[in-house]
């Protein structure tokens, strides 16, 4: 009889692994349920020239992009539609695993599927899919599941991961532009220094005459680029990787984030995109049912600057101790004082989540139009730039050109 390796969630979300022995995967699975298991990873112990079985209940992602958030909250209405039809969730989650827009959503809907038929609660067997569905998905649902709201939850859940996608979409869009321009100034310069400026430069030299300076120096770089572009190429690279070193650092990462919120005019769009992100998220939790010690925890790992992460924990610790949310937010100073205001009206008047959502769209705003002025002074700088190299290019080869025809 086969023997097989098992990971499970036992009573309390406790973490088991063990050996079984069993016919198939799905009489080890059966009897490990009878025990009270919730399996979520099972193979056949591998033998001597024997193949492994893996039945995964994870993808191996474990982080969500932009594509798979726009088909989880296609998905999502999907099923609240379903729910609100009073079609059972285990039939609801049949039909999308059915309609599923992506083979990978398919694999992974299967695997929930199959776990809350076997009693897993719904809320459990998504946090089993990290690629797709993040602790905030996976707290919402629970807070549904325990209030029996879920389709409510679920539709609530769905409108802010389209929000959320829109918000990220509104700065990325903004930035394709300068990119564009940035990367094809690169590449003309970089065309111009290789291959034009050392063919006119040997004409020129070629004359014996003594050159002007910006020639001499414009010259010098670009035997420099061609001759020793391998090292230039290594450089940058070592320059990206140590980089990349120092910002995946604890104290390299806060230093970064400070630095970048303190940039004229990014730093500005950059808080209030994390002010909109963590009012209506930390809004949407509450009004879920999550409580506020939970939801601040979980608005926490939403936000991507270590700056105001930090802030927001040592808030969730300040409140822990007996504290109202707005007096930490005060004194932290990563929050715009606006904001530390309105949740403290908020919470006087009994309607927090309420005025946390006045407090996105106020930020959704300002961020649109933070993003428009951004936009308006990247253009006419990167342009202006790419002139003044260019320009310089083209004088240092027709000094001397016109120094030629006076003799």
Sequence with gaps: MPIFEYKAIGPGNAAKKGLIDADTPRDARLRLKKEGLYVTDIREKQKEGQRRLQIRGVTGITTVNKQRMEQIAAVTRQMASLLQAGIPLAETLRMVIEQSPDKRIETAFRDIREKVTQGMPFGDAVLQHPAYFTDLYSNMVKAGESSGALEKVLGRLAGFLQAQTRLKNKVGAALIYPTVMVCVGIVVVAVLMTFVVPNVTKLIQKRGQDLPLPTEILITTSNFLVNYWLVVLMGLLVLVIGFQMFINSDKGSLAWD?????????????????????????????????PALQAIAVTRNVLDNKVLKNALQDVHDRVLEGADISTPMKTSGAFPPTVAYMVGVGEQAGNLEEMLERVAATYDEEVDLATSKLTSLIEPLI?????????????????????????
Excluded: C, E, N, W
């Design 383 to 407: 342009i202006v730039m790419l002139a003044v190299v260019v320009a310089g290019i083209v004088i240092a080869i027709v000094m001397p050109l016109l120094q030629l025809q006076r003799t």
């Design 258 to 290: 400070r630095f970048k919120l303190s940039v004229p005019i990014f730093g500005d769009l950059m808080r209030k995109q994390s002010m909109a992100r963590f009012s209506i998220t930390l809004s949407t939790l509450l009004r879920s049912g999550v």
